[in-house]
């Protein structure tokens, strides 16, 4: 980036996760990583300058940056530990509400409307019973009720999905799918596997796997394939729930939606909630579920779910894992290998990259051409353009167009008249959601 692009305070997002560095002794590593603002790249190690930083802030090739963390993504542990307040399994658990949970066999919250949180409450320990000490976050200059999100990764898709899945496979009986529609949405689940596209992470397996399923997995149900996997298995009670839960998650994770729709999807997730009470029982409405109420205050304050989300920290503490060899001296291990690895990307070429600069890759000469495309036409199988990638073949050939109309492309071509797309328009579209 330009020096002269750079804002005038540089924005961290703080994620504090652990990752377990040895098996045998149950070791773990706490990183604490930082995101500047919505980049792709850069992460780093953050030590406990931000005091510093944030009074001071910091000089860069003579201009002068003032410093703010805006957020911490961590999940729902990491959180109380470093606010040091009551657990989400605690009856004043809701870092955002002001409510006594019930017990249900587990702490539960039924209050949707209840009191908020502030900055001022919690640091005049309005509402004893939240905290258990002082957290030395205090000293930041950090809205202590506001700054600190929900994160989406562990709520939305490890949280509130995964739930939904194990009580419709595992559930108590009543609530249990029978088990012949459960091997059915494992056939569809498998069956998809061809039609995702590369830009996925992962491809959907069947539920069998449902233990070893990622976040990733479990977010690909929830935003994308869970409507085409469950129409006809779920009963329509239940599956207009579980469209309620999909279509605000949706709307919060679109950049373009999530604040004009914001008051749409707060009434989708607080349907989803009560509707929840209703079907699964209060035992249901446990923290994650509860907090689906909170969500959307979270994403007026800090964009969609993408941008709080600690999907990013989390695919970095893998690679950071990867750089381990041995259990002890974990800290120096990885210091050391980062250094090599800064080293290295100074030198290397920049990450950014501009739509308009695509590739054409794997020149071919089989067609088709439309009649009227000059025979000196270049064919390719593949365009590139920095992180996508559009093919001829399945799963990559599907597009769908500004004007609402879905192809299927079946050739690149370019000639000196520019590059094009050619494919077959599908004639007749159905809307999932009629
Ligand atoms: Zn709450």
């Not at 860069?60 to 009551?86: E, M």
């Not at 990733?216 to 085409?228: A, K, N, Q, R």
Request: charged share 25%; with cysteine; hydrophobic share 40%.
């Amino acid at each position: 980036m330009p020096v002269e692009d750079i804002p005038p305070t540089i924005e961290i997002l703080i994620n504090i996760d652990g990752i377990p560095i040895s098996k045998s002794s149950g070791d773990q590593f706490w990183p604490i990583l930082g995101k500047i603002g919505n980049g792709r790249n850069q992460k780093l190690i953050f030590v406990a300058e931000a005091q510093e930083l944030e009074q001071n802030g910091f000089s860069f090739k003579g201009k002068h940056y003032q410093f703010k963390l805006s957020a911490f993504a961590c999940d729902t542990p990491a959180r109380s530990f470093i606010l040091n307040i009551k657990g989400h399994t605690g009856y004043f658990g809701c870092p955002k509400c002001i409510q006594q949970g019930d017990y249900e066999g587990r702490v539960v919250f039924l209050e949707r409307n209840a009191p908020l949180r502030t900055n001022e409450s919690f640091r005049n320990r309005i509402h004893e019973d939240h905290h258990n000490g002082d957290s030395i976050l205090e000293l930041l200059d950090l809205d202590m009720a506001l700054d600190f999100p929900v994160d989406p990764m562990h709520l939305v898709d490890l949280g509130v999905c995964r739930k939904l899945l194990l009580t419709w496979i595992r559930g108590p009986l009543e609530r249990r799918l029978p088990k012949n529609l459960v091997e059915i949405i494992s056939a569809r689940l498998e069956l998809l596997r061809d039609y995702i596209p590369r830009e996925f992470a992962r491809l959907s397996r069947s539920l069998k796997f449902i233990d070893r399923w990622k976040a990733t997995e479990f977010g690909l149900f929830v935003s994308y394939i869970g409507p085409v996997v469950l129409a006809g298995i779920l009963s329509s009670r239940l599956f207009n729930n579980f469209l309620v839960l999909h279509v605000a998650v949706r709307i919060l994770s679109s950049n373009k939606y999530c604040v004009d729709q914001n008051e749409y999807a707060r009434k989708l997730l607080n349907l989803f909630v009560s509707e929840c009470e209703r079907i699964y029982g209060s035992y249901f409405i446990y923290f994650n579920v509860h907090c689906l109420i909170h969500l959307c205050d979270d994403v007026l304050r800090f964009g969609s779910l993408p941008n709080f989300s600690a999907y990013p920290f989390e695919n970095y503490l893998q690679s950071l894992k990867k750089l381990l060899r041995k259990s002890n001296q974990a800290l120096q291990q990885v210091i050391k290998r980062l250094m090599e690895r800064f080293h290295i990307d100074e030198v290397s070429p920049k990450t950014c990259y501009d739509k308009r600069q695509y590739r054409l890759k794997l020149q071919h000469d089989s067609g088709p051409l439309l009649p009227n495309m000059i025979r000196s036409s270049k064919q390719y199988k593949e365009l590139h353009f920095g992180p996508w990638y559009l093919s001829c073949k399945i799963p990559n050939n599907c597009v769908y167009l500004k004007d609402s109309s879905v192809i299927l492309i079946e050739n690149i071509v370019s000639n000196e008249t520019g590059d094009f797309i050619c494919g077959r328009r599908y004639r007749q579209l159905n809307n999932i959601y009629d």
